[in-house]
């Protein structure tokens, strides 16, 4: 199908992107299109006005800034594929980003766009939550930051409202020596996952779990951490540890539909979380060995 | 803006296949139709426009993107290579000589988003080996080959390119 006609501004600004919002109704940001073009193309969306951001130069880049890593909404997630800064300081990002869509949609599709759409089981919004980034938002009203637990409202409904963007976010990386893991099921590669797992792991010097971030997506309608099998796996190096802190998870409420009920989620998420706790030990373990 | 261009039509120069083109589009087209409407480029396939299938995929300033995922409007400026600008003089690509003769291809509808994906990842690497080409071919679905000789048609144009070097 093709889209409902609309009107399209191309911005060269920030500042004139925010006055093109705050100027209509039923206006929709397009990024690099790669959820929203879908949804207009089946008419699932029909925006009045499409305010697209892709010539808006000034919110394209990867940077340290202050210890933190800052990343453009507007950065293709190509270049968080290829980025230097990412696979040195942020490798759950790396790891993630490459299980996003295929090159041939990763070429334009964005860091922002995707946390945006807020696809439960989309990879991005998942690591936001792992790695508890900072997400800064603008309106010609003014500035704020939300924490992605904040950003992330409900089932594709973040905390934006109508006239606001979502500029760019603010990473802090954990210690070299920690331990990552993303791993996510999808019935092919590529597509949209079942469910994913992301595992962050700090160790103390007897070789324990000191920190452990655990970040479930696709299991609910937003990624959902999970304090208490993080808080499980405090102390422990062991299998039966890792094994009773991914049994949590059967606790946890589970999106159901007929093709994946909500049993089946919780079943892979309990083995996929168990994988990631595994590999991010061993990373951790290995790091630490040539530290 | 351009002149000639409102917000509901967009007068955009591009450059496809080398050649530098000027057209107005609306703003909902995509640059898969605008290529093969407005510019008589019918080579780029339309399956699913919705990003999945592959068969509009084009090179966009050098990389691969879904032409049913672009708007028109968003071309303005770029240089866009079709499965027409492959072969020159009417000689095929070697990668075109290697699916001929490896039978990479039966319906052929799928076919002009593959090459365009292959020619960019033998661009970015010339010597890529078979999981290279699987991983690159899974942005795209053939309904008729199993992809078994498709693979063998990107090894044979690796090993063409090789020779050539």
Known sequence: MKPSPFVLHTPRSVAQALDLLAGSDNARVLAGGQSLMPMLNMRLAAPDVLVDINRIEALAYIREEQGEIAIGAMTRQRDVEFSALVADRLPLMKEAILQVGHRQTRNRGTLGGSLCHLDPSAEMPSVMMAMDATLHVQSARGHRTLSMAQFAEGMMTTALAPDEILTGVRIRPWASAHGWCFVEFARRHGDFAVVSAAAMVELDRQGLIAHASLTLGGLAATPLRNPAAEQALIGRSDEAGFDQAAALVQQCDALDDPAFPSWYRRRLATRLLRRAIGSAFQRANARGANA | ?165
């Not at chain 2, 605008?34 to 399956?47: A, N, V």
């Not at chain 2, 995922?69 to 070697?94: F, H, K, W």
């Open chain 2, 1 to 165: 803006m351009t002149p000639g261009t409102t917000s509901n039509q967009h007068a955009i120069e591009l450059v496809v296949n080398d050649k530098p083109r000027a057209v107005t589009v609306e703003s909902r087209t995509t640059l898969a139709d605008c290529l093969r409407s407005q510019l008589g480029l019918t080579g780029t396939h339309l399956g699913c426009e919705h990003g999945v299938c592959g068969a509009c995929t084009v090179l966009v300033d050098g990389r691969t993107a879904r032409g049913c995922l672009m708007l028109a409007a968003q071309a303005d400026g770029c240089r866009i290579t079709t499965v027409e600008g492959l072969s020159g003089d009417g000689e095929l690509a070697p990668l075109q000589q290697a699916f001929w003769n490896c039978h990479g291809l039966q319906c052929g509808y799928c076919t002009p988003g593959i090459l365009m994906t292959l020619t960019e990842l033998l661009a970015d690497d010339p010597r890529a080996d078979e999981n290279a080409i699987r991983l690159a071919l899974s942005g795209h679905l053939c309904r008729c080959t199993g992809y078994q000789n498709i693979v063998a048609a990107a090894l044979a144009a690796v090993e063409c390119l090789r020779g050539n070097a």
